[in-house]
């Protein structure tokens, strides 16, 4: 007999309330007491774990900090499903946007460990496409990684706005021309660097 999975201990508990309703209602519309109420605890027992919200804030920002997962996919569909993997969150009724930019809006630039998470998550996503694209021998890879989270960007905003997947379907569609500006070749066949390209 398999054995029961474990029950979340009370910190993970706490974080786990804090990250629904931080995302869903705003940092700043969500009190610890209205968290500790919604787990059936005490503000002080929260404060065994979390000293302070902004404690709880960061501890927030930092779970939500998950690297893309290792793939064996070709580099191309990795950059692009991308875009249709932003589709699909688009579609969800629980999608309230990119919760870094979210947590900058509501409070402010001016909060430096928030804006630190936030650029060193927005950072890591550019360097992923960038180490993709070096696969695909773009000789930019730099500056075309950098247009392709302002896609990202862009497209979260606008459906945000909107309320409208297809937002995501447009930026893939961008994304595919300055691909092919860069030298990617873009098709049925894959993606290989048209550079690269032998003629036999």
Known sequence: ???????????????????RLFYLQGIRAV?????????GISKRTLYNHFPSKDALISAYLARRFVAPRPSEKPPLEQI???FDSLERRFAAKDFRG?????AVAELGSEDQPVR???????????LWFRDLLVQLGVADAEGLATQLVLLVD???A???????????RAAKAAAVVLLANAG????????????????R
């Open 80 to 82: 692009l499903g991308t």
């Open 1 to 19: 007999m398999a054995p029961l999975p474990a029950k979340p201990d009370m910190k993970d508990r706490i974080l786990e309330i804090a990250d």
């Open 98 to 102: 990119c919760p870094f930019v979210n």
């Open 154 to 156: 862009g497209s979260i």
């Open 158 to 168: 606008q459906d945000l706005v909107r309320n409208d997947p297809a937002m995501a």
């Open 31 to 39: 009190g610890v007491d209205t968290i500790a109420a919604e787990i």
């Open 116 to 126: 630190k998470i936030a650029i060193a998550f927005k950072e890591s996503r550019r």
């Open 184 to 199: 990617v070749r873009v098709g049925d066949g894959g993606a290989t660097q048209k550079s690269q390209v032998k003629t």
